[in-house]
């Protein structure tokens, strides 16, 4: 028995999954605190199922909240980069180009100092530790309070980074450090940007380890925490402190392996409608289609994988409202806050939710407090609603066939019936809660990240032992063997060491058999970090 | 006439080099990022069309020089291609009246804007190769008798290095290389001096307004949720080139590369949709040849681009991985490309291919796809 929870910024849902069936779901708004959010949840699961949640064999958790928190550039650490290479890169410094209220938010400072290395592994410059401890001191005086440390080749030699965080680390033992080869690859602004998002995050990955924790242990469950990370696997909570930014397109992942699991189709487009926004990607395969390019988040540039979604401001919480312009929906969201401010909640503002139930097209709270909506609103409303979607959905298409829509989410009793473009709209049972089945099938992966030697001729062989070396690994980790994926492979020559070394990363990823317990798996292994 | 670079023009032209960069010449956006930093601290960027250059007025190109995986991680200071310019123009003991670029593909069409600003003078629309190609001899300047020497070489600390070998552009070639590995892998040039006569006679003429072309096609069809490809198409369609076609839609199986020599060099494995025939790439720095099977489909100087599937995006040789959805794009060379003292220096040959050159348009009229 697997419990999935999703905590989105608007819902918390949580599922029940056994042997493959989902056996209890439910939707509870999600809590300032986090955690009463999950209680509620699983106390709700408990009541529905009559299930013994004790006894589940792991609980799988997507949250959407670090991602939110940059979109909303709140609850971010006051944040500096150093960036180690001079005198190389001073005609693009660090946040450059970064939207300027995300660099208010993290009250973002850039350091440029000596070091760096070449891509054959000799150094740019000498590290210079005074000057280091000195932007460190600076910045801390301007109240940083989490650093990101980028030096030019560590993918390929990590040494500076490493000496860097250990200089730091004596002197400030309590500010947490992000170094850029432990989150990106070759390419130093997305690999920086990357670092300074993580580094922003590392507060509030603190603080929501700590109160996911004591929620579940609250519960009664004493099964590992996992938290599902981009490409559909899971990390434990410590890796959760360390590198919050792995969540990123985990919501996006979550809602879509789940509509493929729910709907049964593999060919489709998914529109998750949460509280606050709209998330549209592209099932193929049964798998999300990647986004080809670099990824921007909130107009910064990283070089994440990422599934190739488009979100835009329109959900359940969306804000309603008539002008002398017409009729608004969104983009702002009373978001959590749904079940106190909407009308149909006994508040005073006027959200989508709302119109849906004045249209009849929804049973949820109070109907009788929208008696008084103006027919005229809630018209103009869902025929704006209707249009933002099929907007969307055409964005996404590849080409002018119509294509199945498989609406999830809490918020998908917006998507109307029939949608331009679209063949058939799908809403497959407990469509409402797609993000926690995702995130409760996750897969397990395998990871192998280290250096080979590669014999004139052999490239060929060495890559087929790092594949099945990744592949072995998923088995281990519990993944079914048919089900394996190889997901990622990464070479990077490293010139500078004899006998043509290439640090080769290849990762592989497979489903976890269906009720087989995910407590006696091991973690997949991070591999060597050079 | 002479115009000045807007910003929206900036982005098309570097959306549209990159396409032209065949997969090599460097990432746009960085050199893209280094011009905008230029035009937010105030300066400006004149275009000229070579027509408006008079016979003596006189023309340094300005570049950057090495392996493109090294500049997407070694970042320019932005003071490098500059201090070239102005350690060549003392050496000469004569001030530039504009800039060129030697290479209208990928960072290098963006390198002579960001001298024009800094060094205030023109850029003028043309360029030496094309598209992007490897080495320094591979210009239309060298081919048509201009000699690259005296040439100066600048690294981000500073250093300058002066290379002179006379008449031999391909000896200039191999010191200048020696010393850009020594750099790093990475530095910045100031070359080919000459008049503006010279530059009438020998350089490929508005090759950055064909890059900004491209750009702007690709970005308004996207808008108008028309074809980006067929875009594409037209636009090169209009220019000298003439003639753009797809040899693939599929997905990417198989990326092998290394530095070699100061080289990224390698081969990209392609799966067509369509079940049909694997597609190889071979580049070094650039894509050189395309195989369909064991068939040669388009070959060096025309030009072999990888395109993002849904944006029509190029994709560069270093930004290729495992599982894209891409589509490759062919298109062939103006005739001042294809002459054959100009098929001596860059025909397939010069790669250590030993297939014939054909062109590109004949390739894919002879076995079209599928």
């Known amino acids: 028995m697997i419990i999935g929870i999703d905590v989105g910024g608007t819902n918390t849902d949580a599922v029940i999954l056994d042997d493959g069936v989902v056996v209890a779901a439910t939707k509870t708004t999600t809590t300032p605190d986090v955690t009463s959010g999950i209680t509620a949840a699983v106390d709700r699961l408990r009541e529905m199922s009559g299930a013994d949640v004790s006894a589940a064999s792991a609980v799988m958790i997507g949250t959407t909240h670090f991602v939110n928190a940059l979109v909303e550039a709140q609850r971010l650490s006051p944040t500096a980069v150093i960036r180690l290479g001079l005198p190389a890169g001073a005609g693009l410094p660090p946040l450059v180009g970064w939207p300027a209220r995300i660099v208010a938010a993290i009250a973002g400072q850039a350091f440029m100092v000596h070091g760096g290395h070449e891509f054959d592994g000799r150094k740019i410059s000498d590290l210079r530790p005074t000057e280091l401890l000195d932007a460190v001191d600076k910045a801390l005086a301007n109240g940083a309070e989490s650093i990101a440390i980028s030096s030019i080749y560590s993918p390929v030699n990590a040494e500076f980074e490493l000496v860097a965080e250990d200089l730091i680390a004596r002197k400030y033992p309590d500010v947490p450090v992000t170094l850029s080869h432990q989150i990106g690859r070759l390419g130093l602004l997305e690999r920086e940007n990357a670092a300074v998002i993580n580094a922003a995050l590392r507060a509030l990955a603190r603080d929501i380890s700590a109160a996911l924790t004591s929620a579940i242990r609250n519960l009664g469950i004493a099964a590992p925490l996992f938290v599902s990370q981009n490409d559909g696997t899971v990390m434990d909570l410590d890796f959760t402190r360390r590198y919050p930014v792995n969540t990123f397109a985990s919501g996006p992942t979550n809602s879509m392996r789940g509509a493929a699991f729910l709907s049964g189709l593999t060919e489709c487009v998914v529109v998750d409608v949460g509280g606050t926004t709209t998330d549209v990607g592209m099932l193929q395969s049964g798998y999300p289609r990647e986004a080809a390019l670099e990824t921007e988040v909130e107009g910064i540039r990283t070089n994440f994988r990422m599934p190739d979604v488009l979100s835009v401001g329109l959900g359940g919480g969306s804000r309603v409202r008539a002008g002398a312009d017409g009729v608004t929906v969104g983009p702002d969201s009373v978001g959590y806050r749904i079940g106190t401010e909407a009308l149909v909640f006994g508040g005073q503002t006027l959200t989508a939710t709302d119109v849906a139930v004045a249209a009849g097209l929804a049973d949820i709270g109070d109907a009788s407090l929208v008696a008084d909506v103006p027919g005229g609103t809630v018209d103009a409303a869902l025929e704006q609603i209707r249009l933002i979607l099929a907007n969307t959905v055409d964005r996404m298409r590849t080409s002018t066939d119509p294509v199945d829509v498989v609406a999830v989410g809490g918020g998908s009793i917006l998507v109307p019936a029939e949608l331009a473009g679209a063949r058939e709209v799908h809403r497959p049972a407990n469509f409402a809660v797609a993000n926690a089945i995702g995130a409760a099938i996750a897969q397990v992966g395998g990871e192998v990240d280290r250096i080979f030697g590669v014999p004139a001729g052999q490239r060929e062989q060495v890559l087929d032992t790092a594949k099945q070396e990744a592949v072995d690994k998923a088995i281990a980790a519990g993944a079914a063997p048919s089900s394996i994926k190889i997901v990622e492979i990464d070479e990077v020559p490293l010139a500078y060491l004899p006998g043509n070394a290439v640090r080769v990363r290849v990762k592989a990823v497979g489903d976890l058999p269906m009720g087989r317990s995910a407590a006696t798996n091991a973690l997949p292994d991070r591999g060597v970090r050079t | ?370």
């Not at chain 2, 300066?43 to 070579?50: F, H």
């Not at chain 2, 008798?145 to 006379?166: A, M, N, Q, Y």
């Not at chain 2, 490929?204 to 069809?221: C, D, F, Q, V, Y």
């Not at chain 2, 990326?255 to 990209?268: D, K, L, P, Q, Y």
């Open chain 2, 1 to 370: 006439m002479s115009r000045r670079l807007t910003e929206q023009e900036l982005v098309d032209m570097a959306a549209g080099a990159a396409i032209m960069g065949t997969g090599g010449g460097g990432d746009p956006l960085v050199g893209r990022l280094l011009v905008q930093q230029a035009l937010d601290t105030g300066l400006t960027v004149e275009i000229i069309a070579p027509e408006e250059l008079d016979d003596d007025d006189f023309v340094i190109s300005t570049a950057m020089m090495g392996a493109p995986s090294v500049v997407v991680e070694k970042l320019a200071n932005g003071n490098e291609a500059v201090g070239s310019l102005r350690t060549l123009e003392a050496h000469l003991g004569r001030t530039a009246d504009a800039t060129v670029p030697m290479e209208c593909g990928g960072l290098n069409s963006m390198i002579p804007l960001l001298v024009a600003a800094r060094a205030g003078i023109p850029v003028v629309d043309a360029d030496g190769m094309g598209r992007a190609f490897p080495e320094l001899q591979m210009e239309t300047f060298g081919v048509y008798g201009i000699s690259g020497s005296p040439l100066v070489i600048s690294d981000e600390k500073g250093h300058t290095v002066l290379v002179d070998t006379g008449e031999d552009n391909v000896r200039m070639e191999t010191f200048a290389r020696a010393v850009t590995i020594q750099m790093g892998g990475a530095s910045f040039i100031a070359e080919y001096p000459m008049s503006g006569a010279d530059l009438k006679r020998t350089g490929i003429p508005h090759t950055l307004s064909l890059a900004s072309g491209i750009g702007r096609a690709i970005r308004e069809a996207r808008a108008a949720h028309a074809d980006p490809f067929a875009a594409l198409v037209d636009a090169v369609k209009g220019s000298i080139y003439g003639y753009a076609t797809s040899l693939l839609e599929g997905k990417i199986i198989d990326v092998e590369r290394s530095i070699v020599g100061g080289f990224t060099a390698g081969r990209v494995t392609l799966a067509p949709f369509d079940d049909g025939e694997l597609l190889t790439i071979e580049f070094r720095n650039e894509n050189v040849v395309a195989r369909r099977g064991d068939r040669v489909v388009a070959v060096v100087p025309d030009l072999i681009t990888v395109l993002d599937l849904e944006s029509c995006t190029a994709i560069t040789t270093e930004a290729l991985r495992f599982g894209q959805r891409v589509r490759v794009v062919a298109i062939s060379t103006p005739a001042i490309m294809r002459t054959p003292e100009a098929l001596r220096v860059w025909g397939p040959q010069a790669f250590g291919i030993d297939d014939p050159w054909v062109p590109v348009e004949d390739l894919t009229a002879l076995h079209l796809p599928g």
